[in-house]
């Protein structure tokens, strides 16, 4: 699990760093929140670990910008604000919880493996498609950053055969027999129906292998 962390108190960075380290985590640290802003639009994590009151850019506005481009990363904040005006924004901006300083490590990592237990419990629901994309099996839904995108069920059902198959060309002829039902319809329908449901994807997760089929390969998250 790759956290985070976000903290200019060095002497508490170090701790938390240390502590984290120890429990198996890859822990990324940052003393200013404009650097850890840059940072996290090249590159992915599974959990952010936010101060508050921070150089450059405060957490809060920090994760306020991230929502700007979409990325909706678990957010735990670690703050001395017991402003309630404070901890009230730092949820509405999307924190998934707020651990007010001091606090035993101890603490820090019960509500870091909570947090990890609800990513797993996640991942076995989803398959991941894309770094905003996701099928939710269980409930036959698409989502996009966390949102149920509509498609039509025909268009749901080849994002879904697809993502069943990920890694592996899927022939038009193997489309035609498992969405279509076998139904006698030509290459071009199924081809038209294929770029109407590109168009409609936020993110081109779909490739087509000219002259062969259509493929999902498997996401792979930045280091």
């Known amino acids: 699990m790759k956290i985070l962390l976000l903290e200019d108190e060095l002497m508490l960075q170090t701790s938390i760093n240390e502590y984290l380290n120890d429990m198996g985590y890859i822990v990324s640290v940052f003393s200013d929140g404009l650097l850890a802003l840059n940072h996290l639009e090249e590159n992915e994590y599974d959990l952010l670990l936010l101060d508050i009151n921070v150089p450059t850019l405060d957490g809060l506005k920090l994760v306020s910008k991230l929502k700007e481009s979409n990325n909706c990363t678990p957010t735990i904040f670690i703050s001395a604000n017991t402003d309630i005006s404070i901890i009230s924004e730092a949820f509405d901006v999307g924190a998934i919880d707020y651990l007010k300083k001091p606090f035993h490590l101890k603490e820090l990592a019960i509500r870091i493996q909570k947090e990890m237990d609800n990513i797993q419990k996640i991942r076995i629901k989803h398959i991941t498609l894309s770094k905003r994309y996701s099928l939710f099996v269980d409930e036959n839904s698409l989502y996009f950053n966390r949102e149920i995108q509509q498609l039509t069920n025909k268009k749901f059902q080849i994002v879904k055969y697809l993502a069943q198959n990920i890694g592996t060309i899927i022939t038009i002829d193997t489309l035609r027999i498992y969405v279509w039902d076998n139904e006698p319809i030509g290459d071009a329908t199924i081809r038209a129906e294929m770029s109407r ?27």
């Not at 000219?210 to 498997?218: A, D, L, P, S």
């Open 197 to 223: 449901l590109k168009k409609e994807l936020k993110e081109d997760f779909i490739k087509n292998v000219k002259g062969v089929g259509y493929t999902i390969e498997r996401y792979i998250p930045k280091a």
